[in-house]
T-cell receptor, first 115, second 112 residues
């Protein structure tokens, strides 16, 4: 099925460990995003990539890095995980177009626990 | 940073009742979207409103964008258990390229 695929769905890390969350979309969308969702705080933007070859910081980028590998793939890396990074992470993509008409398509999420 | 406040945070009602969820900000948005999220899944877009005062209906759901484009509401008529989920509003500021600001969400539970 067309859409946004995230891996892994679940991950448990110890403080200080590193890991990469993978995201791929097959809708030929230009823009891709990484959000984190915490209880009572909605979705907060970590990083985004407006188009292939560009990345920019969002609202909460500290402790994270991203790579836009190609048009399809956008990965999120935690170099040294901290308990504050325990969260559910969502990748999303969006086609190019008028801002008011753009629609975000989300993946199913990756639940990360840092002990 | 543009902030969106949603109320109520939690809502539990009986099947058949009506409800309204509010999304408010002190900032002006060029457009506003409503998403619904079910457990274990990502948010799914319900509607986009662009014009101040705009009203859109999606079956039993009515969405309104405030005249000043700073607030929005979602009204559900005769709620059903299938309406249960987390409802999120998200606003796009004037001049912003591709980012949305999300509200904190309203967790709706409709009891049979």
């Amino acid at each position: 099925n067309a859409g946004v695929t995230q891996t892994p769905k679940f991950q448990v890390l110890k403080t200080g460990q590193s890991m990469t969350l993978q995201c791929a979309q097959d809708m030929n969308h230009n823009s891709m995003y990484w959000y984190r969702q915490d209880p009572g705080m909605g979705l907060r933007l970590i990083y985004y990539s407006a188009s292939e070859g560009t990345t920019d910081k969002g609202e909460v980028p500290n402790g994270y890095n991203v790579s836009r590998l190609n048009k399809r793939e956008f990965s999120l890396r935690l170099e040294s995980a901290a308990p504050s990074q325990t969260s559910v992470y969502f990748c999303a993509s969006q086609p190019w177009g008028r801002a008011g008409a753009n629609v975000l398509t989300f993946g199913a999420g990756s639940r990360l626990t840092v002990l | 940073t543009q902030l969106l406040e949603q109320s109520p945070q939690f809502l539990s009602i009986q099947e058949g009742e009506n409800l309204t969820v509010y999304c408010n900000s002190s900032s002006v948005f060029s457009s506003l979207q409503w998403y619904r999220q079910e457990p274990g899944e990502g948010p799914v877009l319900l509607v986009t409103v662009v014009t101040g005062g705009e009203v859109k209906k999606l079956k039993r759901l009515t969405f309104q964008f405030g005249d000043a484009r700073k607030d929005s509401s979602l009204h559900i008529t005769a709620a059903q258990p299938g309406d249960t989920g987390l409802y999120l509003c998200a606003g796009r500021g004037p001049g912003s390229a591709r980012q949305l600001t999300f509200g904190s969400g309203t967790q709706l539970t409709v009891l049979p």
